[in-house]
């Protein structure tokens, strides 16, 4: 009995198997009705989805069409199929049932004409034509963002925007107005009765919004996760009002939102990616700017076959990934969380759709701009640069469903940090495409155009940006002074001015660096020229024309020894700038000896670096130090060379017997001598100022020194004989 269990349960798994419900993309052939549709656009979209194509020419296509009623009609009433969500985009239908079932479709014909064209199933191993090794990890429980109250002031939160010069942005009145930006999360509890977002809602900046996970207009449920994104953006309190404690502004305060729901946060299923696609497609339709999405999609999936491979990361495989890039060529701009698996040995990856060529990838930073461990690397599968940028995502501040500013971790809110700035970079350059704002704010990175396979390019500049692009139209030719007291208001761009507009030189932006002759009569004397501020300038040097610019100094070379007179102008400005120099002869090399007991301190006064120092013909010393010590005995010959041998040789020979001294002077009590160990003793004689002699004495070197306590107070001569060398020193008693 026990064997019979055994082989039913056994045999019941594998016979499940083959009617076991599948998930699958039915992607069809056509859209029969697509003239009609481009006939009357506005079926399609809407008026501000079709002014923003006309205004950076984008046509209408087949990819807008919607899918043909008919053909979802016909799936819809196939044996054993659900739909679960459409992509006019990608002319397909995420559908459910069994693989039999399925396959079947592939044989249905509405007026005799086939209509589907392909099947993917999210099994990998079904594909026959793309057969996929699945991943052998076991499914994971999706992580929560660590939540951390904290004493919070306005000054934290301000940090996210200052890190990206944001701040410049809302200073000229661009804080998101008119913008638009849907948000793609898991939901939007509280949203619609916190504090921090009463001003979005009294200003009606929520737009609308869809829960594609339950089929709702109620967009105000889901997990907590959305409304903390939402509020890096939209978050708003100032303390004190309307019985805020706190203060907190997000990054594009004065945008418009749409709110849709794509993700279900307790699972982690295929159906995710078409739902985000089908959501994407929503908020072209509705004319939406940028679409922020803090998710992403992997080797996650609750079920393990349905897992992706990091060579599925090129951006191109993934049903998301050629959605977004869809959405993309619609005009809109993607920000995308990079990931949280940086510190998964497993896969530290980026996820699905943060790998589409075109998505505006984030990793994230602390508050001090350092990278975050749990940030993913790129690059894709395909060697792609990914992420693109940072924003800070350790320690962000956010507002959570109770109302409280707290701060979490996670790409999840570098993203939006980012995407706020970026609408409200947009706003303040509207003729620009999705593609050059996008290209803007990865050359203004720190690290571009060099980057890390963790930070990307590093941490926009958007007031780089800003300042670099933006022309008010109080101030025509963009010098900073407005037209009405801008006397020169036709100054080329990146002109420097002074108070009136006009141009002016700061008197330090040329460094002239002269290199005098080398040696007597050679003529090698040098003139280097550079400057700070962009221009292209031109050198008369003693009537000779010379070009040069900021980055390409100019350098003249075996110039003759004697005055030269510079004069600088600039192409297309009236300056003119002269300067006067001189070329000195060549010299020697020269200097000076200090000799101690043991030790001879050299000293050049000229001569070029670096030096080779002999002592009795041997090399002893290479430096480039103007000042050096050797050890020397008495006789030694030091010879030091330059590293031009048309300076010459200098040469000290040594001599301790300039070295005998004494101390202290004045003296109380001992006269101490010093003197080299060459010498063995000295003769002491004292005189007075009349010449008398007082004292003699002989000195050795085991007791180098003399009692005069018994002299009078008043001034003597002292003199030391050695060697037959007399040394006279004068001395004062106290």
Same mark, same amino acid.
């Given at each position: 009995m026990k064997n019979t269990i055994f082989i039913l349960l056994f045999l019941f798994p594998i016979s499940s198997a083959f009617s076991q419900v599948e998930d699958a993309w039915v992607y069809l052939k056509d859209k029969p009705n697509e003239a009609s549709f481009y006939a009357a656009p506005l079926t399609m979209l809407s008026q501000r989805s079709l002014n923003r194509r006309a205004r950076y020419n984008i046509a209408i296509d087949f990819k807008d069409v919607p899918i043909e009623s008919s053909y979802i009609s016909a799936i819809k009433n196939a044996s054993g199929i659900t739909i679960l969500a459409k992509s006019k985009w990608l002319n397909a239908l995420h559908i459910q049932g069994t693989k039999?079932?399925?396959?079947?479709?592939l044989n249905l014909e509405l007026a005799t004409f086939l209509i589907v064209d392909s099947i993917e199933y999210a099994n990998r191993r079904l594909n026959a034509s793309k057969p996929i090794i699945s991943s052998k990890r076991l499914p994971r429980t999706k992580k929560k963002q660590l939540e951390t109250t904290t004493g919070f002031t306005y000054g934290n939160a301000e940090n996210q925007l200052l890190m990206l010069g944001g701040t410049t942005l809302h200073q000229n009145d661009f804080t998101g107005f008119g913008m638009q930006i849907a948000i793609l999360d898991a939901g939007f509890p509280n949203v619609n009765t916190i504090l921090a977002f009463k001003r979005i809602i009294d200003n009606g900046q929520i737009l609308g919004g869809y829960d594609f996970v339950d089929r709702s207009t109620n967009i105000y449920g889901g997990d907590s996760h959305g409304t903390s994104v939402l509020s890096t953006?939209?978050?708003?309190?100032?303390?004190?009002v309307d019985g805020a404690t706190r203060s907190f502004v997000g990054t594009a305060p004065d945008a418009s939102f749409y709110l849709f729901r794509t993700e279900n946060a307790p699972v982690e299923v295929k159906l995710e990616e078409s739902l985000w696609v089908e959501a994407a497609e929503k908020a072209d339709s509705l004319g939406?700017?940028?679409?922020?999405?803090?998710?992403?999609?992997?080797?996650?999936?609750d079920n393990p076959e349905h897992n992706y491979t990091y060579s599925d990361m090129d951006g191109k495989t993934t049903f998301i990934s050629r959605g977004?890039?869809?959405?993309?060529?619609?005009?809109?701009?993607?920000?995308n969380a990079a990931g949280n698996e940086g510190n998964d040995t497993a896969w530290p990856n980026i996820n699905a759709p943060a790998d589409a060529p075109s998505v505006l990838t984030v990793g994230a930073v602390n508050a001090s701009g350092n990278i975050a461990s749990f940030s993913s690397f790129g690059p894709t599968s395909d060697d792609r640069i990914k992420p693109d940028v940072c924003a800070q995502g350790?320690?962000?501040?956010?507002?959570?469903t109770s109302g409280r500013v707290v701060t979490a971790n996670g790409t999840s809110f570098s993203s939006p940090v980012l995407a706020g700035v970026v609408a409200c970079l947009w706003q303040a350059f509207p003729d620009k495409t999705n593609a050059e704002i996008t290209q803007l704010i990865k050359e203004s990175a720190h690290l571009f155009p060099s980057f890390t396979n963790q930070e990307g390019y590093g941490i926009p500049n958007f007031k780089s940006i800003f300042e670099?692009?933006?022309?008010?139209d109080n101030d025509i030719d963009g010098d900073g002074i407005e037209n009405l007291v801008d006397s020169c208001p036709n100054s080329p761009k990146g002109t420097v001015v002074d108070e009136t507009g006009c141009f002016?030189?700061?008197?330090?932006?040329?460094?002239? #660096?002269?290199?005098?002759?080398?040696c007597i009569d050679k003529n090698n004397g040098k003139i280097n020229i550079s400057a700070t501020i962009p221009y292209i300038y031109t050198a008369n040097i003693n009537g000779a024309n010379y070009s040069f610019t900021d980055e390409n100094a100019l350098a003249l070379t075996n110039l003759a020894v004697g005055p030269y007179e510079i004069c600088i102008s600039i192409e297309n400005q009236n300056f003119n700038q002269c300067f006067n120099v001189n070329i000195a002869k060549g010299e020697s090399v020269s200097g000076k000896v200090k000799v101690s007991s043991k030790f001879a301190l050299i000293t050049l006064n000229k001569g070029t670096p670096p030096f080779k120092v002999y002592l009795n013909g041997i090399e002893k010393i290479r430096t480039m130090n103007m000042a050096f010590e050797l050890p020397v005995k008495q006789g030694d010959l030091i010879e030091v060379k330059t590293n031009i041998s048309c300076e010459g040789v200098f040469s000290k020979e040594i001599n301790? #017997?300039?070295?005998v001294s004494l101390y202290p002077n004045p003296i109380s009590t001992n006269v101490n001598f010093n003197f080299p160990t060459e010498i063995m003793g000295l003769n002491v004689t004292i005189y007075s100022v009349l010449g008398g002699v007082i004292f003699e004495r002989k000195i050795l070197k085991s007791n180098p020194k003399v009692d005069i306590s018994s002299l009078k107070k008043g001034l003597y001569f002292l003199q030391v004989k050695y060697n037959h060398e007399v040394k006279t020193f004068k001395i004062l008693k106290n």
């Amino acid at each position: 009995m026990k064997n019979t269990i055994f082989i039913l349960l056994f045999l019941f798994p594998i016979s499940s198997a083959f009617s076991q419900v599948e998930d699958a993309w039915v992607y069809l052939k056509d859209k029969p009705n697509e003239a009609s549709f481009y006939a009357a656009p506005l079926t399609m979209l809407s008026q501000r989805s079709l002014n923003r194509r006309a205004r950076y020419n984008i046509a209408i296509d087949f990819k807008d069409v919607p899918i043909e009623s008919s053909y979802i009609s016909a799936i819809k009433n196939a044996s054993g199929i659900t739909i679960l969500a459409k992509s006019k985009w990608l002319n397909a239908l995420h559908i459910q049932g069994t693989k039999s079932n399925i396959d079947a479709l592939l044989n249905l014909e509405l007026a005799t004409f086939l209509i589907v064209d392909s099947i993917e199933y999210a099994n990998r191993r079904l594909n026959a034509s793309k057969p996929i090794i699945s991943s052998k990890r076991l499914p994971r429980t999706k992580k929560k963002q660590l939540e951390t109250t904290t004493g919070f002031t306005y000054g934290n939160a301000e940090n996210q925007l200052l890190m990206l010069g944001g701040t410049t942005l809302h200073q000229n009145d661009f804080t998101g107005f008119g913008m638009q930006i849907a948000i793609l999360d898991a939901g939007f509890p509280n949203v619609n009765t916190i504090l921090a977002f009463k001003r979005i809602i009294d200003n009606g900046q929520i737009l609308g919004g869809y829960d594609f996970v339950d089929r709702s207009t109620n967009i105000y449920g889901g997990d907590s996760h959305g409304t903390s994104v939402l509020s890096t953006i939209a978050g708003y309190l100032q303390d004190g009002v309307d019985g805020a404690t706190r203060s907190f502004v997000g990054t594009a305060p004065d945008a418009s939102f749409y709110l849709f729901r794509t993700e279900n946060a307790p699972v982690e299923v295929k159906l995710e990616e078409s739902l985000w696609v089908e959501a994407a497609e929503k908020a072209d339709s509705l004319g939406v700017d940028v679409i922020n999405t803090s998710l992403g999609y992997s080797v996650f999936f609750d079920n393990p076959e349905h897992n992706y491979t990091y060579s599925d990361m090129d951006g191109k495989t993934t049903f998301i990934s050629r959605g977004a890039e869809i959405a993309f060529s619609r005009g809109m701009i993607l920000v995308n969380a990079a990931g949280n698996e940086g510190n998964d040995t497993a896969w530290p990856n980026i996820n699905a759709p943060a790998d589409a060529p075109s998505v505006l990838t984030v990793g994230a930073v602390n508050a001090s701009g350092n990278i975050a461990s749990f940030s993913s690397f790129g690059p894709t599968s395909d060697d792609r640069i990914k992420p693109d940028v940072c924003a800070q995502g350790q320690a962000t501040s956010l507002i959570n469903t109770s109302g409280r500013v707290v701060t979490a971790n996670g790409t999840s809110f570098s993203s939006p940090v980012l995407a706020g700035v970026v609408a409200c970079l947009w706003q303040a350059f509207p003729d620009k495409t999705n593609a050059e704002i996008t290209q803007l704010i990865k050359e203004s990175a720190h690290l571009f155009p060099s980057f890390t396979n963790q930070e990307g390019y590093g941490i926009p500049n958007f007031k780089s940006i800003f300042e670099t692009n933006y022309v008010d139209d109080n101030d025509i030719d963009g010098d900073g002074i407005e037209n009405l007291v801008d006397s020169c208001p036709n100054s080329p761009k990146g002109t420097v001015v002074d108070e009136t507009g006009c141009f002016y030189m700061p008197s330090n932006n040329f460094i002239i #660096e002269v290199i005098n002759e080398t040696c007597i009569d050679k003529n090698n004397g040098k003139i280097n020229i550079s400057a700070t501020i962009p221009y292209i300038y031109t050198a008369n040097i003693n009537g000779a024309n010379y070009s040069f610019t900021d980055e390409n100094a100019l350098a003249l070379t075996n110039l003759a020894v004697g005055p030269y007179e510079i004069c600088i102008s600039i192409e297309n400005q009236n300056f003119n700038q002269c300067f006067n120099v001189n070329i000195a002869k060549g010299e020697s090399v020269s200097g000076k000896v200090k000799v101690s007991s043991k030790f001879a301190l050299i000293t050049l006064n000229k001569g070029t670096p670096p030096f080779k120092v002999y002592l009795n013909g041997i090399e002893k010393i290479r430096t480039m130090n103007m000042a050096f010590e050797l050890p020397v005995k008495q006789g030694d010959l030091i010879e030091v060379k330059t590293n031009i041998s048309c300076e010459g040789v200098f040469s000290k020979e040594i001599n301790f #017997e300039d070295l005998v001294s004494l101390y202290p002077n004045p003296i109380s009590t001992n006269v101490n001598f010093n003197f080299p160990t060459e010498i063995m003793g000295l003769n002491v004689t004292i005189y007075s100022v009349l010449g008398g002699v007082i004292f003699e004495r002989k000195i050795l070197k085991s007791n180098p020194k003399v009692d005069i306590s018994s002299l009078k107070k008043g001034l003597y001569f002292l003199q030391v004989k050695y060697n037959h060398e007399v040394k006279t020193f004068k001395i004062l008693k106290n």
